[in-house]
């Protein structure tokens, strides 16, 4: 290569394209300066509002995982209410079956005494009326076998005759029957 291309192409191309030393070092103090200001007042502005909203969502993240967790917590512990509950409830449950057996077997047993106690008081009371029925029937019978007896005599028994046959009558009556 030859050294004036060299020296051509290190040669300063700015002002070619119309570009001032003195503008450009202006503008270049004025982007400066601007940058400082923008740096100072708005983007540490920015920068400060970011940080916060960023520390802000950080700590809602936290929150929200202390508050998942609690609820993982409290779900847990409804859980174990509920089967705690449900094991009183099942327990209320079989004792009030238990005693609702217990209860049905001593109901049984006292209408099994007291209908056994019935019928025994049923049977006397019946063979009471049976003794006094056949004390009546006999008395009545030997009335009749009196009468009968006093019809056939055509009626020439006297008082005592009649009082014997009366009591034969009844003794025969009330003898003990075979059966």
């Not at 051509?8 to 982007?31: C, H, M, R, T």
């Not at 983007?43 to 998942?68: C, G, H, M, P, W």
């Not at 512990?77 to 449900?86: D, G, I, N």
């Amino acid at each position: 290569m030859n050294a004036p291309f060299i020296l051509a192409v290190i040669e300063n191309p700015l002002p070619k394209f119309g570009v001032n030393w003195y503008d450009f070092f202006s503008q270049v103090v004025a982007f400066l300066i601007i940058a400082w200001v923008l740096n100072q007042f708005v983007f540490k502005t920015v920068r400060k509002t970011v940080a916060d909203r960023q520390r802000e969502a950080d700590e809602a993240a936290a929150n929200s995982e202390k508050i998942r967790r609690e609820l993982q917590a409290a779900e847990e512990s409804r859980k174990e209410v509920l089967h705690k509950a449900q094991e009183q409830a099942d327990r209320f449950v079989s004792e009030a079956k238990a005693n609702v057996a217990e209860m049905l077997d001593r109901e049984k047993i006292r209408c099994e005494q007291l209908g056994t106690a019935m019928l025994a008081k049923a049977r006397e009371e019946t063979q009471q009326d049976q003794a006094r029925l056949k004390t009546e029937l006999r008395a009545e019978i030997a009335t009749m076998v009196v009468d009968l007896t006093a019809k056939l005599a055509q009626m020439n028994l006297t008082p005592a005759d009649r009082d014997r046959l009366l009591q034969a009558a009844v003794n025969e009556i009330s003898a003990p029957e075979k059966t």
